[in-house]
């Protein structure tokens, strides 16, 4: 039986492109439930925090955030 010939993914891959793992998808829900955390958040630091975050992500609904 001939062996099968194999193709490194290095080789098929653009060096420009990265194999990642969807996370979550960034919709509106996704963002009111960062900033309400911010609203539950203890220390002012973390509120911060999350409200920038739901700010970044409000910029980029329609997008996925990858790990």
């Known amino acids: 039986m001939p062996r099968k010939k194999t193709l490194s993914k290095k080789k098929v891959i653009p060096k420009e492109l990265q194999q990642s793992v969807v996370a979550q ?17 203890r220390t002012k630091e973390k509120k911060e925090s999350l409200i920038k975050v739901a700010e970044l992500l409000s910029k980029n609904i329609g997008s996925f955030l990858v790990e």
């Open 25 to 41: 998808e960034i919709t509106s829900d996704f963002v009111l439930e960062i900033y309400e955390k911010a609203k539950r958040a």
